[in-house]
């Protein structure tokens, strides 16, 4: 499961998706850092239908394991596109 929220300003549409076990957590490594909060990734639940609010998005923020593992399989980020901050897998997708 994963937790979602749809932010909308100016005529864009931001997703924020996060894997469930990692909402309210921070973490750090060096001058990077992660903050999950219910106020950017929100507190609706979903499952793998969060796929289709992909196509939707302008810009996608996604956090965590399984999240990031869908992404992939799913061809919409590439391994070079991921960072990890304390072991945790982010990507930020962009539509041109």
Known sequence: MFYYKIHKSGGTTLLAV???ELLGKTFEEGRLA???SREFY???K???E???LFPRADTINIAGNNIVS???KNKWVSKKG???IKGIPHAQI???
């Open 70 to 72: 869908i992404v992939l």
């Open 42 to 44: 929100g507190e609706q």
């Open 34 to 36: 992660l903050q999950i």
């Open 82 to 84: 991921i960072i990890r």
């Open 46 to 48: 979903i499952g793998n």
């Open 94 to 96: 962009f539509s041109l």
């Open 18 to 20: 996060c894997d469930s």
């Open 50 to 52: 969060v796929l289709d």
